[in-house]
């Protein structure tokens, strides 16, 4: 008998999966109020582009959704098998994947992390918008260096960005992973982008960090504000 493990590392599976969320998701996108803030981010956050989008890992299920289809974007997703259905779901949600995963600290020799690194200055390089969590494996809310080595790297701004949906199931897991659930309100939270220098020594590559941790922290919680409606947001698309 097939175990779980084996049934979901079948390509036919995954595919089958990825397609599942990705119309679910669309139906969550389609049916939720969402309020942005600010207000005008998409007349202000083009004048920066291409930029680094940050999400906190496990709140990041909508994100496709913010890329308007004249911004060429790219998300970069874990090799992990469970990784392989989120990247069939991104790409038939139009957003191109680069597969691989951060690091603690600014070693990419781990988990693909340098051909990763490598592809997103790249991208960035040719005028792609990047997303990414930036959270370390397995250490919620906490930023690593490794966006910010990608900041410094590229010269391209971080935007630390949030989406919240006022129905939702948080799972009890690493990440509180929130799954988001159709027909409510929403929110989509962007906060000041954050520039490294190419010349960051160690302590201000430390400064960022705290500062795309910080940037990120204040996002969500903004988000959560306005989608449960304690902040007085009022709703436009």
Same mark, same amino acid.
């Given at each position: 008998?097939?175990?779980? *493990? @084996?049934?979901?590392?079948?390509? *036919?599976?995954? +595919?089958?999966?990825?397609?599942?969320?990705?119309?679910?998701? !669309?139906?969550?996108?389609?049916?939720?109020?969402?309020?942005?803030?600010?207000?005008?981010?998409?007349?202000?956050?083009? +004048?920066?582009?291409?930029?680094?989008?940050?999400?906190? @890992? #496990?709140? %990041?299920?909508?994100?496709?959704?913010?890329?308007?289809?004249?911004?060429?974007?790219?998300?970069?997703?874990? *090799? %992990?098998?469970?990784?392989?259905?989120?990247?069939?779901?991104?790409?038939?949600?139009?957003?191109?994947?680069?597969?691989?995963?951060?690091? @603690?600290?600014?070693?990419?020799?781990? +988990?693909? #992390?340098?051909?990763?690194?490598?592809?997103?200055?790249?991208?960035?390089?040719? #005028?792609?918008?990047?997303?990414?969590?930036?959270?370390?494996?397995?250490?919620?809310?906490?930023?690593?260096?490794?966006?910010?080595?990608?900041?410094?790297?590229?010269?391209?701004?971080?935007?630390?960005?949030?989406?919240?949906?006022?129905? *939702?199931?948080?799972?009890?897991?690493?990440?509180?992973?929130?799954?988001?659930?159709?027909?409510? !309100? #929403?929110?989509?939270?962007?906060?000041?982008?954050? %520039?490294?220098?190419?010349?960051?020594?160690?302590?201000?590559?430390?400064?960022?960090?705290?500062?795309?941790?910080?940037?990120?922290?204040?996002?969500?919680?903004?988000?959560?504000?306005?989608?449960?409606?304690?902040?007085?947001?009022?709703? !436009?698309?």
């Amino acid at each position: 008998m097939l175990s779980l *493990r @084996h049934l979901t590392s079948s390509p *036919r599976v995954q +595919k089958a999966f990825g397609l599942t969320a990705a119309y679910y998701l !669309r139906l969550v996108w389609n049916t939720t109020r969402i309020t942005y803030e600010p207000a005008d981010a998409y007349e202000r956050i083009p +004048k920066d582009m291409p930029i680094i989008a940050a999400m906190w @890992h #496990g709140q %990041h299920l909508l994100m496709p959704f913010i890329n308007r289809n004249k911004y060429r974007s790219k998300v970069l997703i874990s *090799r %992990h098998r469970d990784g392989e259905v989120n990247a069939i779901a991104a790409e038939n949600l139009g957003v191109e994947t680069i597969r691989g995963s951060g690091s @603690h600290s600014a070693d990419f020799s781990k +988990k693909g #992390g340098v051909l990763a690194f490598n592809a997103i200055v790249a991208a960035l390089k040719d #005028g792609y918008n990047v997303a990414l969590t930036a959270d370390v494996p397995k250490v919620a809310r906490v930023a690593g260096l490794g966006i910010v080595k990608i900041a410094q790297m590229s010269g391209r701004p971080i935007y630390p960005i949030a989406i919240a949906t006022h129905r *939702r199931y948080e799972l009890d897991n690493w990440d509180r992973t929130a799954i988001n659930l159709p027909f409510g !309100r #929403g929110a989509a939270v962007a906060v000041a982008p954050i %520039h490294v220098p190419a010349d960051a020594d160690a302590a201000t590559l430390e400064l960022a960090r705290r500062a795309v941790e910080e940037g990120l922290n204040a996002a969500t919680s903004r988000a959560y504000e306005i989608a449960d409606g304690s902040a007085g947001g009022r709703p !436009r698309g």
